[in-house]
């Protein structure tokens, strides 16, 4: 695949039609330190996992505001964000997120789906609360599908409120966004879930703790259903590319990783994102970025070529 082209807007193609340029942001773990009253059910376990066992300074908010710049800067004609904006959905955190996200969400087109650190708590959809500020960005509910030029995002449930961090899709959503995909045949569609169906290696995506519990029944959704031409996700902060069998071929599987890693390179952890290019019906650019504590800049040897 070439490398992405200049920025812009979505650009006329002499020879060949519409391009667009999508931008993939994943898991920035916006934090803030909880209230007192806040300190509930899996919040206990949250806290200590970052303020006792260290998991707060993996992220950092310096790499996420250069990110964001980064994106800004590209100028493309869609974003999208695979999940888990907060550490643990703290009104705090989503308002800082919102903050955050601003340059952002004021300029380009964007899709938002949660992430399990978003539906820490009891919802009666999961992502409600996340909704209160992004709504307009992700939908009323899920299935939810976003239109952008020729490129179409689907978006489909993979996160619940779990003691552990187990994810769950509806399978009633799947048979929803089957037919709802029946209607952009013509577009290029990317799936965006939050958890990843395979893991770096094509191999199901663990452990069972922490990975999609019925990734079996979305797998063989993906195996059937036509019209999806790539899949997007977050959730494992080590991003990879991997690919999974469709009804027309391989559909691409897409992890930048971390958006909202600390830059760590003692502990081979850094900030990524990623962009890809649209044209005519196929995906022709994806780069990979990376942050060097400064600013981002490709991933040397080409996109995911690192292995992290
Ligand atoms: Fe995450």
């Given at each position: 695949?070439s490398?992405?082209?200049?920025?812009?807007?979505?650009?006329?193609?002499?020879?060949?039609?519409?391009l667009?340029?999508?931008?993939?942001?994943?898991?920035?773990?916006?934090?803030?330190?909880?209230?007192?009253?806040?300190?509930?059910g899996?919040?206990?376990?949250?806290t200590?996992n970052?303020?006792?066992?260290?998991?707060?300074?993996?992220?950092?908010?310096?790499?996420?505001?250069?990110?964001?710049?980064?994106?800004?800067?590209?100028?493309?004609?869609?974003v999208?964000?695979?999940?888990?904006?907060?550490?643990?959905?703290?009104d705090?955190?989503?308002?800082?997120?919102?903050?955050?996200?601003e340059?952002?969400?004021?300029r380009?087109?964007?899709?938002?789906?949660?992430?399990?650190?978003?539906?820490y708590?009891?919802?009666?959809?999961?992502?409600?609360?996340?909704?209160?500020?992004?709504?307009?960005?992700?939908?009323?509910?899920?299935?939810?599908?976003?239109?952008?030029?020729?490129?179409?995002?689907?978006?489909?449930?993979?996160?619940?409120?779990?003691?552990?961090?187990s994810g769950w899709?509806?399978?009633?959503?799947?048979?929803?966004a089957?037919?709802?995909?029946?209607?952009?045949?013509?577009?290029?569609?990317?799936?965006c879930?939050?958890?990843p169906?395979?893991?770096?290696?094509?191999?199901?995506?663990g452990?069972?703790?922490?990975?999609?519990?019925?990734?079996?029944?979305?797998?063989?959704?993906?195996?059937?259903?036509p019209?999806?031409?790539?899949?997007?996700?977050?959730?494992?902060?080590?991003?990879?590319?991997?690919?999974i069998?469709?009804?027309?071929?391989?559909?691409?599987?897409?992890?930048?990783?971390?958006?909202?890693?600390?830059?760590?390179?003692?502990?081979?952890?850094?900030?990524?994102?990623?962009?890809?290019?649209?044209?005519?019906?196929?995906?022709?650019?994806?780069?990979?970025?990376?942050f060097?504590?400064?600013?981002?800049?490709?991933?040397?040897?080409?996109?995911f070529s690192?292995?992290?």
């Amino acid at each position: 695949m070439s490398t992405i082209l200049a920025p812009g807007r979505v650009k006329q193609n002499v020879s060949s039609g519409v391009l667009v340029k999508i931008a993939h942001i994943t898991d920035l773990h916006v934090q803030a330190a909880p209230r007192l009253g806040e300190m509930t059910g899996k919040r206990l376990l949250g806290t200590a996992n970052l303020y006792v066992l260290g998991r707060r300074t993996k992220f950092s908010l310096s790499a996420q505001e250069a990110a964001i710049a980064s994106v800004v800067a590209a100028e493309p004609d869609v974003v999208v964000f695979t999940g888990d904006l907060t550490a643990q959905a703290l009104d705090a955190e989503f308002s800082l997120a919102r903050t955050l996200l601003e340059p952002i969400l004021s300029r380009f087109p964007t899709v938002m789906i949660p992430g399990n650190h978003d539906t820490y708590v009891r919802e009666k959809t999961p992502g409600d609360r996340m909704r209160e500020l992004f709504g307009k960005w992700m939908g009323p509910e899920m299935p939810a599908l976003h239109v952008h030029g020729d490129a179409a995002f689907i978006c489909i449930e993979t996160c619940r409120c779990h003691p552990l961090s187990s994810g769950w899709t509806p399978e009633e959503q799947l048979a929803e966004a089957a037919t709802k995909l029946q209607n952009i045949q013509d577009k290029f569609t990317f799936l965006c879930l939050h958890y990843p169906l395979l893991g770096r290696h094509g191999e199901p995506y663990g452990p069972s703790t922490r990975a999609l519990a019925n990734a079996d029944a979305v797998r063989e959704w993906v195996n059937t259903t036509p019209g999806i031409n790539a899949i997007v996700h977050g959730h494992e902060h080590h991003g990879f590319k991997t690919n999974i069998s469709g009804p027309n071929g391989p559909v691409t599987i897409l992890n930048p990783g971390a958006t909202g890693y600390a830059h760590l390179p003692e502990q081979n952890r850094t900030s990524h994102l990623c962009f890809y290019t649209v044209e005519d019906g196929k995906m022709t650019g994806l780069e990979r970025l990376l942050f060097d504590g400064t600013s981002f800049s490709p991933e040397p040897g080409g996109a995911f070529s690192t292995g992290r």
